[in-house]
């Protein structure tokens, strides 16, 4: 063993024994797990103790040569007997530092929770930071490794649950690693098998809501083109003052925020009789158009690139269609509007990939596991979720809820009672 390696390993350790001088039990046994350090207590008012720290995961699991990271977990103690939450968070775990933090899950069956950071976020990011490991199948293993570890405290039942990206995780995990938990729980996760999928612009140009709805959309969109040009030096205005940057000009930009306008307000459940009249002011329609699609969306520095380069090589996303204003804008075209706006040119060589959609899909169908989805109707990512194409009436377990009228906010708890009555029970039984 190297000196430098050995010094690291002996520091880690005195950290450890250091923070244990008036430690709990619990705290100790966290500190006593392979390959965890910086065990730092949490404040909480939902869970008896609470705690952040670091767990060494592999850079790449297939060549262990490339180097470790620490991956940011925090756990919440009820019980070790008492079932396990593990959240496979898609994106960061900062919420759950939180004292007031808990998952819905953990509040309905009085679960532990393990809140895991996704790879390549925040406190979570390799270094060197090379983006050729930044993929679905080492995620998953980071979240193998969680259960491995911390399989060794947790006796009761495994849960894994996320929402939307951290649905799709869920979803992933355990289409791979279908023995490490005992139930799943899916929100609004989409399942996307392209980088532009192509459902999604049909689902809100057709499906979503009501004609008259849509229409109200429609007309709002193009009363925001019409009025671009008094609007352009308001939008200006707005982006410097945000310290805004883009890839693209702002004039585009402007264009895009439409585009993206009636997918945001869907996905959030935003009421369309909050659009503005015709007769509204400037400075009435653009700060609707600011509240419902903000361009900071579009900005860099972008803290979803990480996101971003997943969706190109194997996530996909959603396109969008300049039918409703293709009569005002510039635009020629969209077609990959997501590496030119959202990535800068170091990160724009990669390509889709689809053999994680289809081994999900292959998996889904042919499989009946423990595995509950859950989506609201007037959510556009719906529209490329496993709501639409999975049969469940022959599968035994395997069930999916649609919260009628549900957007990107959906829960257990937001359901109807007869569909949250079928949820727990069902929920109830499996972690029996």
């Known amino acids: 063993m190297k000196r430098a ?3 690291f390993i002996m520091g ?34 939902r869970f008896q103790e609470k705690y952040v720290m670091k767990l ?28 396990t939450v593990i959240v496979t968070e898609g994106y960061f775990a900062y919420y759950g530092l939180r004292p007031d933090y808990e998952e819905e899950l953990s509040r309905l ?21 090379n983006w050729d490991y930044m993929t679905v199948d080492n995620s998953l293993a980071d979240y193998h490794h969680v259960r491995q570890v911390f399989g ?12 939307s990206k951290g649905g799709q995780t869920t979803m992933f995990y355990r289409a791979t690693y279908p023995d490490d938990v005992d139930v799943s729980v899916s929100y609004v996760a989409p399942l996307n098998r392209a980088i532009e999928d192509g459902r999604h612009e049909k689902f809100l140009a057709k499906q979503v809501g009501t004609k008259e709805e849509r229409k109200t959309i429609e007309k709002a969109m ?55 009249s015709i007769d509204a002011d400037n400075a009435t329609w653009f700060s609707n158009l600011t509240e419902v699609a903000s361009p900071d969306y579009f900005s860099y520095p ?33 077609k990959g509007y997501l590496k030119q706006i959202m990535l800068p040119d170091s990160l724009r060589h990669y390509d889709f990939d689809p053999t994680l959609y289809k081994r999900t899909v292959k ?70």
């Open 152 to 163: 060794h405290l947790f006796t009761g039942k495994w849960i894994s649950t996320g929402i």
């Open 363 to 432: 998996f889904l169908k042919e499989e009946d596991p423990t595995h509950i989805f859950i989506y609201g109707e007037i959510d556009p990512w719906s529209s490329s979720g496993v709501c639409t194409w999975l049969n469940c009436k022959k599968k035994e377990n395997m069930r999916v809820y649609v919260q009628p009228r549900g957007s990107h906010t959906t829960r257990i708890n937001t359901m109807p009672d007869d569909m949250r009555k079928d949820i727990i029970n069902r929920l109830t039984k499996w972690l029996k």
């Open 302 to 334: 972008n803290q979803y690139a990480p996101f971003d380069v997943q969706a190109i090589k194997e996530l996909g996303y959603y396109g969008y269609s300049l039918k409703p204003i293709k009569k005002w804008t510039s635009l020629k075209s969209t």
């Open 222 to 276: 193009q009363e925001l083109m019409k009025r671009k040009s008094e609007l352009m030096p308001l939008f200006h205005d707005f982006c410097v003052k945000h310290n805004y940057q883009f890839y693209l000009p702002e004039e585009d930009i402007y264009d895009y925020c439409v585009l993206e306008y009636p997918f945001a307000l869907w996905q959030w459940g935003t009421p369309v009789n909050t659009i503005p």
């Open 12 to 45: 880690l350790v005195a950290l450890c024994l250091s923070a244990q001088n008036d430690s709990t039990l619990f705290m100790r046994q966290l500190c006593a797990l392979e390959g965890v350090s910086k065990v730092e207590p949490l404040e909480s008012t």
């Open 56 to 83: 060494e995961q592999q850079v790449d699991w297939k060549t262990c040569s490339k180097g470790t990271f620490g991956e940011r977990i925090i756990v919440g103690l009820k019980g070790l007997d008492k079932p």
């Open 109 to 129: 069956f009085d679960a532990n929770v393990i809140l895991c950071e996704y790879r390549y976020f925040a406190e979570s990011v390799p270094v060197p930071t």
């Open 5 to 7: 390696t050995l010094f």
